[in-house]
């Protein structure tokens, strides 16, 4: 299928990375090495970096954190606990390590970063469970991390994204811990894959239906979903903090993004829904086209205003 790529971004298509999760374990090893030929991120303020491990009940494994402090701070600060992506298979701390302390930096937030634990050797819930261990303990230790716990929030890309809505789902279900706003970047949301654009797009750069169909088996494992598996499956969105949405034109998960602000705004949550032009899952990568930057600036924007007004 021919796409009408952003000019900016045309150019970079064919050296973007394959992403094929058919074989979990190579795809991992290939994305790691993909990390470190990455240029490393210079934030625009210092960053105090920390690396820990949280325990977890009833015999799982610890669960792994990075945490990142502007250290020009002023106290408290708000906080963002963010959910890398990957498909729910693939990814970690590493690989977004460099987003996580832009939005420190850029964002002036402190940033929880969640190392969850992956499928198809961990289905649901074995990762979403690492999250709200995560988001609950960073809630309860928010005065000795210069928090303010009522200014907390959740936010991710892909898959990051759609735990993320889950998370912020678990929380209102369970009461608490209290969400101050989700930030939901090219969410993966639908495993029904029914979508218009899920339909079309199986040839896409990075993300297709092929590898969408691979995840949600992966990730499932069989069982019947949830809505604490797919977020879009959720009857009731209300009483969910305000969002902030992004999608990209040519990406498969596009509608099931759309449609869900669509249905938060239907439940009187505040929601911002950006539609990219010309861009594609996984497009942020070529980082100096001009659409690129936009859709970082509109971010770090939102997410310093849902989260310190």
């Known amino acids: 299928m021919t796409y009408r790529f952003d000019p900016e971004l045309a150019p970079w298509i ?11 374990v190579a795809a991992r090893a290939e994305l790691a090495e993909q990390v470190r030929q990455v240029p490393q991120y210079t934030p ?37 606990l963010f959910l890398h992506g990957g498909g729910f298979v693939v990814g970690g701390m590493d690989g977004e390590d460099g987003r996580a302390q832009e939005i420190a930096a850029e964002a002036d937030v402190v940033v929880v970063s969640v190392e969850y634990r992956l499928a198809p050797e961990h289905p649901f819930p074995a990762g979403l469970d690492d999250c709200y261990l995560a988001l609950c303990w960073f809630a309860a230790h928010a005065p000795e991390l210069g928090v ?7 936010g991710g890309g892909s898959a990051g994204a759609g735990l993320s809505a889950a998370v912020a789902l678990l929380a209102r279900d369970r009461g608490g811990p209290a969400l101050r706003m989700q930030y939901l970047s090219i969410p993966e949301l639908d495993d029904r894959l029914d979508s218009h654009s899920m339909t079309l797009y199986t040839d896409t750069p990075i993300w297709n239906r092929p590898n969408a169909e691979l ?9 019947e979903p949830t809505q604490y598996a797919a977020p879009a499956r959720a009857a009731d969105l209300r009483g969910l903090p305000a969002a902030y949405v992004d999608v990209c034109e040519f990406d498969p998960l596009r509608d099931e993004g759309i449609a869900y602000a669509q249905r938060l705004s239907q439940a009187g949550v505040p929601v911002e829904l950006h539609l990219f032009p010309g861009t594609f899952h996984g497009s942020s990568l070529v980082t100096e086209a001009t659409v690129s930057r936009r859709m970082a600036a509109e971010s ?3 997410i310093r205003r849902l989260l310190h007004d």
């Open 14 to 24: 064919p050296m973007m990375p394959t992403f094929d999760i058919t074989d979990p």
């Open 44 to 80: 625009s303020q210092p960053l105090v970096i920390e690396d820990r491990t949280l325990p977890a009940p009833g015999g799982a494994p610890d669960v792994p954190v990075r945490i990142y402090t502007p250290a020009r701070r002023p106290a408290p600060l708000s906080g963002l």
């Open 148 to 154: 303010d716990p009522r200014r907390i929030g959740v």
């Open 215 to 223: 995840s949600w088996r992966y990730y499932l494992d069989g069982q």
């Open 300 to 302: 770090l924007t939102a």
